[in-house]
């Protein structure tokens, strides 16, 4: 059983569901997209997405009108596999189409980039095998790109990212609810005077950069919260 933490982008909550591997994720319509292929290899019995990624999902699946195996989608940071700001730390991409044959992969892959309801879909030069899409939302922090500024009264994803991040690396957040609070606040203006950064409280792109090097793919420690 996971425990699915969603961000409501229509309402501003954060919503909680339990769902079984075989059971369909939240928001999506006919079980195209269960809980164990958003899973992919993560071992996290917490899984995290946000709504209009579930909705654009239901959409692609649709517009292609097939089957849509998928290889990689949520990853927690500590668990790593990815790059430093990938958006499968978020919940909000798939890497799909791997067992496909080529011809359909590039159907797929067409599907995608026509469908205007991803906010990116990788160049199909960059990804031979596969074809990644995700729902990434806000400008990013870092000129060359990567998560939101988020600060408090953020919620969603990105604050998932960060709660994680800190409390892995032992500034704890008092929970991990997607909801940047007092104690998030706190947490961060620990971490961001202990390695030397502004204490401002503020997750721009020096402490985001900061927290991504320094806890993915660490693995779990003592002080992770699910």
């Not at 019995?45 to 909705?55: A, G, Y």
């Amino acid at each position: 059983m996971a425990k699915i933490k969603v961000y409501n982008n229509d309402t501003n909550r954060m919503e909680t569901y339990y769902r079984g591997e075989a059971e369909a994720m939240p928001y999506v319509t006919n079980r195209t997209l269960t809980v164990r292929e958003f899973r992919g290899s993560s071992k996290s019995p917490t899984l995290w997405t946000e709504k209009r990624c579930m909705q654009a999902w239901n959409s692609q699946r649709y517009s292609f009108g097939g089957p849509i195996p998928v290889g990689f989608a949520f990853k927690r940071p500590w668990e790593g596999g990815h790059g430093t700001f990938s958006q499968h730390y978020a919940g909000l991409a798939f890497d799909a189409g791997q067992t496909l044959t080529p011809a359909r992969r590039q159907q797929l892959y067409t599907s995608a980039l026509n469908s205007n309801v991803w906010s990116y879909v990788e160049p199909i030069k960059l990804t031979p095998t596969w074809v990644h899409f995700d729902k990434r939302r806000g400008t990013p922090a870092c000129s060359t790109g990567g998560y939101p500024i988020i600060r408090e009264g953020s919620r969603g994803s990105y604050v998932l990212i960060a709660q994680d991040d800190l409390n892995t690396l032992g500034y704890k957040t008092g929970g991990l609810d997607g909801v940047f609070g007092a104690q998030t606040l706190n947490a961060v203006k620990s971490y961001q005077r202990k390695v030397g950064l502004a204490v401002d409280g503020i997750i721009g792109c020096n402490t985001w950069r900061s927290l991504q090097e320094n806890v993915l793919g660490t693995g779990r420690t003592s002080t992770t919260i699910d």
